[in-house]
């Protein structure tokens, strides 16, 4: 089989046109290499069923064999309350209207004269669409987006927390909003340079930066700890000090966990018990990654080789000989994980429809824990990126392991099961980060350029099928992020299946940069002006992305002229409706306007704050991720723009509603 033939089999897209509209052909090496990630990750070929096939409920429920027309086919199908067969003859096989949305084992058996095989398969039976929200709630709400690190408070740590969070959800219902919208609240690395939310050790764990240590029962307090002047001297900070802050949680966690053990609430013991029970057994496997990763700090691909892959026996041994290490990561994901739980039900006490609305970040680390548990599926010598833009004229590189697809499915898709899974444990809507990695995603061979990269095919029905049995099964909402190159006929498949569009004002523009008017939006769908790549409404009044990407060395996508016409452009549109004012209250009630369901404000935007709050493309060029609110919490209802943006969402509210 020659290379061509292999990249068709894996799913790896050889040639693609570029969104300025140059077309591009992986070249051999990269080509090569691509191939080399997949294979080792794959499966054997297969010559009657795919590996997971999907079928929907109210739906046409076939799957399509790869065997030849006219076999005589027998086929099982079993789960855990079901056994069915039957027989049928190729190239389709119905599956019977009577069986319930769940995961099922289907195997098939092909007779011929030449012979009989058989081959075993995942079956999805999803529900029809994702959820839609509650029926009983409005049909048109609004929340506050908030990036949560960068919160102030007069009690927090220098870094935004859970207990902050609870407070944000008391300011959102008071506002009458729906719910806090934020981003990946994933567990990361502890070091500095690991700012971003976007760049996760895992997506199945959460980060202990934001566990309010002070409202863990066993902590005796700041001065008794000792860090009641360290954690003074972060509180003054302009820029959040991610060292300073992560030494003095884990000073805090540490003394929380030792005054535990000694402690004789035998309810909170059986708590925690109870909580590695019900996460088992990758709670364990993260526990025994932490530290490993905190004993050897190197990346897991250099450890011993016996810790190179999660291995039961290995891992029972490291949990008996260094349990209290052990226990400790046990410990800390379990207070997190109360925390976070206490915020949702928050947010159901004060009747918020949505809660909290969070991100699901696209990809981990290569080096992070869900990389080394998924090998099989995540490939640490491959990065998810995108191609040259208009924005990113170089193309981008992320930083994050790529996807097997093909590793992927044939696990039924249980990884991505389990994101989905992790996320909707505490929120009412969640939004895929770069939905498109459904669909196809874009890879690069690691130390690579990003336009040497190559797009890489998912099954996406089977995606969106466990998406939609998730979405369900949780009663949250799924939102995907479909900026950028998107293929013809992928929103209106993603609509089918009821997961809601993004869209973004500033890229929300017709012939000749005229903005689209609020009917021409979409209903199921959220509508911002901006996201947290971009910049602020003052921000974009001012030039002010263009002036730091050009101080940066960065191509602004965009010249002075070319800004201007924008800006002239909103104010014809805004015009057009009757409005002379171009501010942040006029373009508020413009995108209420639309028939969208959810409107979304940041944070950023009610402070009337200029810098963005991240550059792509830039790491410590920019202090990405690193700002910090100007305003205290206690203060925001009065230092802000949000009782007025209620007001507009108030009235737009009776209009839409």
Known sequence: MDNAERAAQLGIQTQYWDARGQHRTADSEALDRMIEALSLNG?????????????????ERQVRLEAAPGCEIAWTITGDRHSLSGTGQSPLLAVPDDLPVGSYRLRVTARSPEGERSEDATLLVAPERAYQGDENAPRRVWAVAVQLYSVRSRRNWGHGDFTDLAALIDLAGDLGAAGIGLNPLHALFDDEADASPYSPNSRLFLNPRYID????????????AGLDAEVEALRQQEFIDYRGVVAAKLKGLRVAFEAFRRSADRSRQHALEAFRRNRAPALTQFACFEGLR??????????????RRPNVHFLRMLRKSNEDEIAYHEFVQWIADQQLLQCRERAKQRGLPIGLYLDVAVGVRADGFDAWSEQDSILSTVEIGAPPD????????????????VGLEARGFESFRNVLRAAMRYAGAIRLDHVMGLQRQFLIPSGMKPDRGM???????AMLAVTAQESVANKCIVIGEDLGTVLDGFRETLADWGLWSYQVMLFERGWKSAFRKPEEYRENAIATFATHDLPTFLGWLESRDLAVKRALGLDPGETDEQRESALAALRHALSERGVQTLDLASVTAYLAATPTRLLVVTMEDALGLVEQVNVPGTVNEHPNWRRRLPVSLEDMMQASALPALAAVMSGAGRRVG
């Open 43 to 59: 499966a054997g070929p297969r010559h009657l069923i795919r590996q997971t096939c999907a079928v929907r409920d109210h739906r």
């Open 213 to 224: 240590v002070e409202a863990i029962p066993e902590f005796p307090g700041l001065r008794e």
């Open 294 to 307: 905190g004993h050897y700090r190197q990346p897991w691909w250099e450890w011993p080789t016996e810790w």
């Open 390 to 405: 208009m924005l990113n004229t170089a193309g981008q590189k992320w930083g994050l392991a790529g996807v097997s697809p």
């Open 455 to 461: 797009y890489v095919r998912s099954s996406l029905d």
